[in-house]
């Protein structure tokens, strides 16, 4: 007896050979460069000149706040850092202070100890390589004892106004959750965000991503309401797709009506 299969397969016409396997696609970007653009327009009505909340009154004194700042509250370094930098503010002040000193301003810090020797150790180096002064290069400051590449990302956008974006938990929990920037690490995030936000908003984005993270798209619970680019995100975990009014938000935290 014929064996039917062998029939139909013989019956079926010749094709030609077989393709190769073709690559996945990319996945496509979640935003539209135009959307991308609209956030950060929203952004810069919201807070035209944002403000870290870390106090300083100088390069140094903001690199110090940042390096303390790691594993801690920018409150709980501020209320340190006051009366440390009422005292010394300069590198070679902080050296002839001493690390039993600078651990006495900061021991009510996360992880005083450790943070007081790099202090000092770093206010060493830049007198004993820099001259005193903060470097406004990347790679000379995460050359810095406990400086990372998040740290000096910071340094060299607050303090030189150059248009990086460091990467705090905030910003990495933004850019997975909204899929503004997905990454599984700071580094991935960082890159992906340089890459999509417009030249003319870099200045500021580090800053308008963190206290968006911070006040509105929260970790726990983000708040959808209050937030003024409900419509474009994309999300799944949003509440709403109807944007908060956009509104100037002052220096000392209150609202007044956007242009």
């Known amino acids: ?13 010749a094709v030609g050979p077989a393709k190769a396997k073709s690559r996945p696609m990319r996945a496509r970007p979640a935003y539209r460069p135009e959307e991308v653009h609209e956030i950060f327009r929203r952004f810069s009505v919201q807070r035209p000149e944002p403000k870290g909340e870390l106090e300083h009154v100088n390069a140094f004194t903001l690199l110090v706040a940042v390096v303390l700042s790691a594993q801690a509250t920018d409150a709980g370094v501020n209320k340190a850092t ?30 005083w100890r450790g943070k007081a020797r790099n202090v000092i150790a770093l206010s060493q180096a830049l007198v004993r390589d820099h001259g005193g002064a903060v470097p406004d290069d990347r790679e000379a400051l995460t050359a810095l004892p406990g400086v990372g590449r998040k740290t000096a990302n910071v ?8 248009p990086t974006m460091a990467v705090d938990t905030h910003i990495f929990r933004i850019g997975n959750r909204i899929l503004l920037a997905p990454g599984k690490t700071p580094e991935q995030v960082e890159a992906g965000l340089v890459k999509i936000i417009p030249p003319q908003y870099m200045r500021h984005a580090h800053h308008w991503l963190i206290l968006h993270g911070r006040y509105v798209c929260k970790a726990r619970k983000p708040d959808c309401p209050r937030c003024v680019i409900a419509d474009l995100c994309k999300s799944p975990e949003k509440t709403t797709s109807v ?4 509104v100037e938000i002052g220096a000392t935290g209150g609202l007044q009506a956007a242009q």
């Not at 006051?82 to 002839?96: G, H, I, K, S, W």
């Open 1 to 13: 007896m014929k064996n039917p299969k062998a029939k139909s397969a013989a019956a079926r016409p």
């Open 82 to 111: 006051r009366p440390l930098f009422a005292v010394a503010d300069t590198p070679e002040q902080m050296v002839a202070l001493g690390e039993g000193e600078v651990g006495r301003y900061i021991r009510t810090i996360g992880l």
């Open 243 to 246: 944007p908060a009014p956009l």
């Open 155 to 162: 340094v060299l956008n607050m303090a030189f106004g150059q």
